[in-house]
């Protein structure tokens, strides 16, 4: 079935969405206050005629957009976001859209390994889709059908929100790892202890013990961790060869929101607090890995 996309944001996701679903779907495009593509002047008038928008942006602008067309959102349209940040307001992109999109709007998150030039160059990629409304996975269906966009419908919205935001953070410790040459087992006990400790702030959220094991969360957390051309692992390679100047992104604005709204008690998960140690003071990089390393050493049972 052919629908109307509304796709907003025009960054390398806007382009990688766009060649995901342009050959079997009417796109209009809106970036930066402007309509690229589409039949009218206006994005409210763009949404009044879409049947899926695709929020394709930062998390920060979620709020000020979702508000600003949520009236104008035709009966039975689906809002769906891909960003994997915090606001300035500590909320993920799924609780924006619950407050904003209320009154039976239907909304959504598609979170997974997506790197945007793997699938504007013809790859494949694969998300966890989790719907306010499960009876619009149809949609998703018809969207991306034919495709190389492997979408599977799941639950726990926000656990998987978590998931997916969190994993940035974990992933600098693998660039840490990797630059400081701890070695491959290192990043094996990395791998599970950042799922562990994703299980564990997921379910303190009220979410599925399970839900990190996904694409939103083990899936994500592996690309990018391993990637070399991962920002988050390069950023862990700065932060050991002293390279301080320019140490920004997602996972960092990250740690600052979760440091400052407190939206779990983040000291309780030893390799998160590690991570938000070495970003805040890395001159003292190299003591905290090794005191890390000593606690491991010195544990007399599994923490994980």
């Known amino acids: 079935m052919r629908q109307r996309v509304l796709i907003l944001g025009y960054g390398k996701m806007g382009h990688a969405m766009e060649s995901l679903v342009a050959d079997r779907h009417d796109v209009r495009i809106w970036n930066l206050s402007t309509v690229v593509k589409g039949s009218h002047a206006t994005l409210e008038e763009e949404v009044a005629e879409a049947q899926v928008i695709l929020f394709c942006l930062p998390v920060n602008p979620h709020h000020e957009i979702a508000s600003r067309i949520a009236p104008y959102l035709a009966q039975g349209s689906l809002c769906l976001t891909i960003a994997k940040g915090l606001d300035e307001s500590g909320r993920t992109a799924a609780q924006i859209f619950e407050r904003v999109l209320t009154g039976g709007r239907h909304y959504g998150v598609v979170y997974g390994p997506m790197i945007s030039a793997e699938i504007t160059a013809g790859r494949h990629a694969f998300a966890d889709v989790v719907l306010s ?3 619009d996975f ?16 799941a639950s726990d919205m926000h656990g998987r929100s978590w998931s997916v935001i969190l994993k940035n953070v974990y992933a600098i410790m693998f660039g840490v790892s990797d630059e400081l040459k701890l070695g491959n087992n290192m990043r094996g006990h ?36 391993t990637s070399e051309d991962s920002h988050h692992h390069a950023l862990g390679r700065q932060l050991v060869r002293g390279e301080w100047s320019d140490i920004s992104g997602e996972g960092v604005h990250t740690l600052q929101m979760v440091e400052k709204f407190h939206p779990f008690e983040w000291r309780a998960y030893p390799l998160f607090s590690l991570a938000h140690d070495i970003v805040t003071q890395p001159a003292t990089l190299r003591e905290r890995v090794e005191d890390y390393l000593k606690q491991l050493r010195e544990m007399e049972s599994c923490a994980i």
Request: contains cysteine.
């Open 133 to 135: 409304d499960m009876g």
């Open 190 to 225: 990395l791998m599970v202890a950042a799922i562990s400790e994703l299980s564990g702030i997921v379910q303190s959220f009220g979410g599925q013990a399970h839900t990190p094991y996904s694409y939103a969360g083990l899936g994500d957390l592996l690309t990018t961790a």
């Open 138 to 153: 149809d949609v998703i269906q018809s969207l991306f059908h034919g495709g190389k966009l492997v979408c599977q419908q």
